[in-house]
């Protein structure tokens, strides 16, 4: 009997940011009663995720980039009508970013979800983006076949209030036990890198654009290494800001203050050097690294976009970061550097971070649009 066939689909190609390994946990527990396919869109940026999705029994389709739009639309729906795929599964992080994949996969004929992964970014925007956000919200809701969601604030923005309570929340979960912390890697990857035992490393792991506020954390690197040198910073990740954040922390780099290391096959290695985790994102559906620093134990400062749904560990602290830098200086200065380890697996279980359970959540759905 054919497995019924199903497309995750992203406004770029996956393997460039968290969509992409949320969207690989979520349908790999699943391969055994579908046959889960990715459509990558533009430039390859991460080709090691997508051997990682192939190795494990997916297929990643390549759609190039293209000036022309109208001939990339049509290659697009030229191939999910020659697919014939069951279940077409959008990520995205808003509804006008949503919109063109949403009509071509209803085009070709496909049951169609939409799932929403990022709150607003709290900018201005003008009346014309606007207007298509509205538009964009209007067809969507008017015509899919289910709604999904990180988040209530992520469902609020993709759907709008009218809307997003029919949309299901799927928590960002993950293998709790991957991520759980290990003294022996961590001595390792230290060791690697030559940190001391004395030194306090600091780290980010997620891709380095604007939305991830990269330049309040080069910001808080320069404030707190001119305080002191037991400070290091592990920043793990890609992204069009990189080559501009590696300008402005060029002295720290040379002086192996600060590294640089880019994409990583296993981020969960280098939680496990860490003393702090930081995220101070300007906006975020969610942030699933949240919830795989917490595993490992990591005291965590984040911004205060994380939404509260994030919050497991007692050591899990969210900081306003407008015209805030100072106080999360004096926080991380005064801070206990301690790992919370007491029963992560139970805890994060209870709080419906188990990548079982999510996926469980996902099957069901899947099943009731067949």
Not at 135 to 162: P, Q
Not at 175 to 191: L, P, T
Not at 254 to 281: C, W
């Amino acid at each position: 009997m054919n497995r019924p066939k199903v497309l995750q689909i992203g406004s770029e190609n996956f393997g460039a940011g968290g969509r992409s390994v949320i969207a690989y946990n979520l349908t790999y527990p699943l391969i055994t009663d579908y046959e889960i396919d990715f459509l990558a869109i533009g430039e390859l940026k991460n080709p090691q995720f997508h051997q990682i999705i192939e190795k494990n029994g997916g297929k990643v389709i390549h759609v190039e980039d293209t000036s022309n739009k109208l001939s990339k639309f049509r290659r697009i729906l030229k191939i999910l009508k020659s697919e014939k795929f069951d279940i077409i599964h959008i990520n995205a992080d808003d509804a006008s970013e949503a919109l063109v994949n949403f009509i071509l996969s209803k085009l070709s004929g496909a049951r169609t979800i939409v799932h929403a992964h990022s709150t607003s970014p709290n900018i201005e925007e003008g009346f014309v983006s606007q207007l298509k956000r509205v538009i964009a919200r209007i067809v969507i809701n008017c015509f899919v076949d289910d709604r999904l969601t990180c988040s209530i604030e992520a469902a609020d923005y993709m759907f709008g209030n009218k809307s997003s309570s029919k949309a299901t929340i799927i928590k960002n979960g993950i293998d709790i036990d991957k991520f759980s912390f290990n003294e022996a890697n961590r001595a390792q990857v230290r060791k690697a890198l030559n940190i001391s035992d004395w030194q306090v490393v600091i780290g980010t792991i997620g891709r380095i654009t604007s939305s991830k506020n990269p330049y309040f954390i080069v910001e808080l690197i320069k404030q707190l290494q001119r305080d002191d040198e037991k400070y290091l910073f592990l920043w793990i990740g890609d992204g069009e800001e990189r080559c501009s954040v590696e300008q402005l922390l060029t002295n720290e780099i040379d002086n192996k203050r600060v590294f640089m290391l880019g994409n990583q096959e296993d981020p969960s290695l280098y939680l496990q050097a860490m003393d702090l985790f930081v995220l101070p994102s300007l906006y975020e559906g969610f942030g699933i690294v949240n919830i795989e620093a917490q595993a490992s134990g990591l005291p965590c400062i984040v911004s205060s976009s994380i939404p509260d749904m994030a919050v497991v560990n007692p050591n899990f602290y969210r900081l306003d970061t407008k015209d805030n830098l100072w106080n999360w200086v004096e926080k991380i200065e005064k801070m206990d550097y301690t790992r919370y380890l007491r029963d992560p697996y139970r805890k994060l279980k209870a709080a419906g971070f188990d990548i079982k359970d999510s996926a469980n959540v996902l099957r069901n759905i899947y099943n009731s649009l067949l």
